[in-house]
T-cell receptor
Framework: QKEVEQNSGPLSVPEGAIASLNCTYS??????FFWYRQYSGKSPELIMF????GDKEDGRFTAQLNKASQYVSLLIRDSQPSDSATYLC??????????FGTGTRLLVSP | DTGVSQNPRHKITKRGQNVTFRCDPI?????LYWYRQTLGQGPEFLTY????????KSRLLSDRFSAERPKGSFSTLEIQRTEQGDSAMYLC??????????FGDGTRLSIL
């Protein structure tokens, strides 16, 4: 079992819709959870982080964490074509090394 | 630009040659990380420094790989006797101790 699992996609949504990206992790000791966006040929860009159970909202992005189910999700409201990218879920123990999933490719069609 | 800076952006070399990459972190960040990413995969952790101390190394970091951060500022990652399998994007990230990591643009290594 991989430490961090994501569906590779692609996840296709029309412009203006809500995109829902999911991630599960295996280590119950994981403390911090991150979503990075990566455009093709570019480096990962931090878009959200969450440490506690529940929801955290920032603009069009909402991160959701359920530690009991070992599940993290990212919702993108009012999706735009510019949101088309690969979204990487990452977890850490004690804010040290990041352990990444393989990423979910999101395609937003105009 | 006050972000993480990596040089060179691209490196093409012949198998068996040595290569060195440099990373300049965000100035006040005391933690510096190296990752490697291959096509279709997420970044994989290689090593990290807190100030000048190298605190953890992945088993991915074979004896051909060495990293330094001599004065707790910039870091170098050297690969000796490069192999085809070393072709990847090498990413550097930095952070303050209890803050998220921010990545540089990476160095793309191609082995001929």
């Amino acid at each position: 079992q991989k430490e961090v699992e994501q569906n590779s996609g692609p996840l296709s949504v029309p412009e203006g819709a809500i995109a829902s990206l999911n991630c599960t992790y295996s280590d119950r000791g994981s403390q911090s959870f991150f979503w990075y966006r990566q455009y093709s040929g570019k480096s990962p860009e931090l878009i959200m982080f969450i440490y506690s159970n529940g929801d955290k909202e920032d603009g069009r992005f909402t991160a959701q964490l359920n530690k009991a189910s070992q599940y993290v999700s990212l919702l993108i409201r009012d999706s735009q074509p510019s949101d088309s990218a690969t979204y990487l879920c990452a977890v850490t123990l004690a804010l040290q090394k990041l352990v990444f999933g393989t990423g979910t490719r999101l395609l937003v069609s105009p | 630009d006050t972000g993480v800076s990596q040089n060179p952006r691209h490196k093409i070399t012949k198998r068996g040659q040595n290569v060195t990459f440099r990373c300049d972190p965000i100035s006040e960040h005391n933690r510096l990380y190296w990752y490697r990413q291959t096509l279709g995969q997420g970044p994989e952790f290689l090593t990290y420094f807190q100030n000048e101390a190298q605190l953890e190394k992945s088993r991915l970091l074979s004896d051909r790989f060495s990293a330094e951060r001599p004065k707790g500022s910039f870091s170098t990652l050297e690969i000796q006797r490069t192999e085809q399998g070393d072709s990847a994007m090498y990413l550097c990230a930095s952070s303050l101790r209890n803050q998220p990591q921010h990545f540089g643009d990476g160095t793309r290594l191609s082995i001929l």
